[in-house]
């Protein structure tokens, strides 16, 4: 049984103004969690985060697994939201991460619409989870003044638009999947309206969601259910100092955690 994982964390967004702290922790902090539990893991963080190399490992993944194999997914970058122009999104928006360009000299996008699509080539069988710690991340897999210290993990659509006149990225826009079979289980750090939250616990900055879902982790039984573990993550999200609330949809709600 192949257990496989890939971790994505991006601080430095360049260009946008908009860098953050906590998010190559995030993604160290989940490879230390996954390589305890037996996975084979990936981490791709700042430059190394290019559009080519995230999709180019993540079809890997989904190619080289068989029934009864995992892959786990983690992403902590900005999130962003853009407009709708294939009519599938009930908001107007279609949801993307923020990722590096693949010449790394600036920011480029994934689109859920994206996503959707590459997540449709996982074989029957295979346990897809996508642990997602940015904002809008709500259903970012297409599955059917300041009063804390820390900041948004959001890319303001009027900074996006000002920045694309002269930076075009790739995120492309595919057809609709609406009522399709959810290929994966999104764990996402909040809704599609809401910020995930980066902050600095005692002198260590990471994402509030990555934060709380690792120590929620770490007092769990092994043979806890994706169900519990997401129970145990709502008792600490939303709070008044990250006003967030986690998402859980998709398959695998019952099935035990990262195995």
């Not at 257990?3 to 601080?11: E, R, V």
């Not at 900005?78 to 599938?88: E, F, M, V």
Request: charged fraction near 25%; hydrophobic fraction near 35%; proline fraction near 4%.
């Amino acid at each position: 049984m192949k257990k496989l994982a890939l971790c994505i964390g991006i601080n430095d967004f360049p260009g946008t103004g908009n860098d953050l702290a906590g998010c190559v922790n995030d993604a160290q902090d989940w490879e230390n969690v996954l390589v305890k539990r037996g996975f084979d893991v990936k981490v791709l963080t700042d430059k190394q985060a290019t559009r080519s190399s995230i999709l180019q490992i993540m079809t890997e993944l989904l190619t080289i697994t068989d029934k009864g194999d995992s892959i786990i997914i983690t992403n902590s970058t900005h999130g962003t939201q853009i407009p709708d122009n294939n009519g599938d999104e009930a908001d107007g928006f279609d949801e993307a991460i923020c990722v590096i360009s693949d010449d790394q000299s600036k920011i480029d996008l994934i689109t859920d619409d994206e996503l959707w699509k590459l997540f449709k080539l996982k074989k029957p069988g295979v346990q897809l989870v996508w642990i997602a710690d940015s904002c809008h991340s709500g259903t970012v897999t297409r599955a059917v003044g300041e009063v804390y210290s820390g900041k948004r993990r959001f890319l303001p659509l009027w900074t996006l638009i000002k920045y694309l006149i002269n930076n075009p990225v790739s995120g492309k826009r595919e057809a609709s999947f609406e009522g399709e079979e959810w290929p994966c289980l999104l764990l996402a750090g909040c809704q599609d309206n809401e910020y995930c939250y980066d902050d600095y616990f005692e002198t260590r900055p990471n994402g509030a969601f990555t934060k709380t879902a690792i120590e929620a982790l770490s007092k769990l039984p092994m043979q806890t259910t994706y169900s519990d573990w997401f129970r145990a993550i709502k008792r600490v999200l939303p709070s008044t100092r990250h006003p967030q609330t986690p998402n859980i949809i998709g398959s695998y709600l019952n099935a035990q955690i990262l195995s």
